[in-house]
């Protein structure tokens, strides 16, 4: 099967962040519906706190991806509708750095408050 070359833009990529999954969604579940796009290499999904009810889905080839990232986002699995999103590994990283910050900000204004008692 040949494709036609089509250029994509930057941020797409083989690896697709999806939230607002089931919580009880399987693996099996899962490979059935973000298989219907293509050869899967790896699905990880989060298990504990915040990360409940998200995965990464990584296709082998990058048209798959944006294939499943043009069909799934807004599904509906189990009442929810899904979130995909192209995994960017810069902005996941700000995030964390600025999750951090702000928990440090907040530890600094409690003993500033506690020194002021």
Same mark, same amino acid.
């Given at each position: 099967?040949?494709?036609?070359? %089509?250029?994509?833009? $930057?941020?797409?990529?083989? %690896?697709?962040?999806?939230?607002?999954?089931?919580?009880?969604?399987?693996?099996?579940?899962?490979?059935? +519906?973000?298989?219907?796009?293509?050869?899967?290499?790896? +699905?990880?999904?989060?298990?504990?706190?915040?990360?409940?009810?998200? $995965?990464?889905?990584?296709?082998?080839? +990058?048209?798959?991806?944006?294939?499943?990232?043009?069909? +799934?986002?807004?599904?509906?699995?189990?009442?929810?509708?899904?979130?995909?999103?192209?995994?960017?590994?810069?902005?996941?990283?700000?995030?964390?750095?600025?999750?951090?910050?702000?928990?440090?900000?907040?530890?600094?204004?409690?003993?500033?408050?506690?020194?002021?008692?």
């Amino acid at each position: 099967m040949s494709r036609q070359v %089509i250029r994509l833009p $930057a941020e797409v990529n083989r %690896i697709l962040y999806v939230r607002n999954l089931p919580y009880k969604i399987t693996s099996e579940e899962m490979y059935d +519906i973000f298989g219907k796009f293509g050869a899967i290499r790896q +699905i990880r999904k989060g298990t504990h706190g915040d990360k409940k009810g998200t $995965a990464f889905v990584v296709y082998e080839d +990058i048209y798959d991806a944006k294939n499943a990232f043009d069909n +799934i986002s807004g599904f509906n699995v189990a009442g929810r509708y899904l979130i995909v999103l192209y995994y960017q590994p810069q902005k996941m990283q700000e995030r964390q750095d600025l999750e951090f910050q702000r928990k440090q900000i907040e530890k600094l204004r409690e003993q500033q408050r506690q020194q002021q008692q």
